[in-house]
């Protein structure tokens, strides 16, 4: 099969600045480089909950695509809405890009799990095939009835990237988080376990959106205040490349005390800056930060998270164990994929799975 014609669903505009939509422009970007006509097609509606809007949305894309077609829809797109799958199943070409399953949110409720996960196991039933970024999430799928060889794993790129140089002399280690302000991300967690450390010098950067989840945003912010830590974190909000590659730069360690990831894409970004990164072993987080690079506790855990800071943060032996890190994860980085590397595995996927190898 050469390069053709492939239409890409998204849930809304493609440009947001999250992981997944990451991973999908660039994608489409690197397909489009090697010869393909990517058609991208943004729909209208709430996800990935799946209102009517969006199931009309996404009736109204698939009715317009023409027999045979290939098409790629994003997990959020289509989890929750088997029916306009089900109706075209048997006329294009459909597969997803799961980033994790939806049923893996962090906060949902034995009820609301049991649903969530029921839809997408009938949308997946309705694809030819899935594309997934970890092999953590190729072995979740199994639990959805989706056979391994309907499953690719193609990893997100990385691009390359200066080490990072800290903060300025004289003054103390920086931490960085990236991410959307949300129960999955656990800043809230981060923020606990800073408040153990009130001796300790160190300033922190929250980076990331404070509007997708605004009631845990506002309840983020307000436990920082009640623990009297609202002069040494910041809430940038959610910011651009270029503001984002300078808080890396200038940071001394990433740390992300993430619930659940299905990859993690901003844990390489720090990991091909030659941060030392503190996380979690939730999802596919051991997959993407090795031994040498990091150190990971339980999620949920504060107290944990905090004797890793301390570790860290203390004196010439936390400066002595940055500095190893540090080492180990510029060495790490060099094995990280480009994006067009991950284009070429992506492209190697439909193809594999359109032909049912």
Known sequence: MSAGELHVIVPGPLAQRTGGYLYDARIAEGLTALGWAVIVHELEGTFPEGDAVAQSSLAHTLAGISPGAMVVLDGLAMSSLPDPLRAHRDRLQLMAIIHHPLADETGLDAAEYERVARL???????????IVTSGFTAGRLESYGVLASRV???????DPAQAAVGPEPGEPPRLLCVGTVSPRKGQDVLVRALAHLPVLPWSCVCAGSLTRAPEFADSLLELTRTRGLEDRIDFPGELGTAQLDALYHSASIFVLAT?????????AEALARGLPVLSTTGGAVPDTVPPEAGMLVPPGDERALAVALEEVLSGPEGAARRAELAEGSLRHSRSLPTWSDAALAFERALRELCAGE
């Open 120 to 130: 997408e196991r009938e949308s997946l039933a309705q694809c030819t095939g899935a």
């Open 152 to 158: 690719r794993v193609v990893q997100p790129g990385t």
């Open 259 to 267: 619930h659940f990831e299905g990859y993690g894409m901003v844990l």
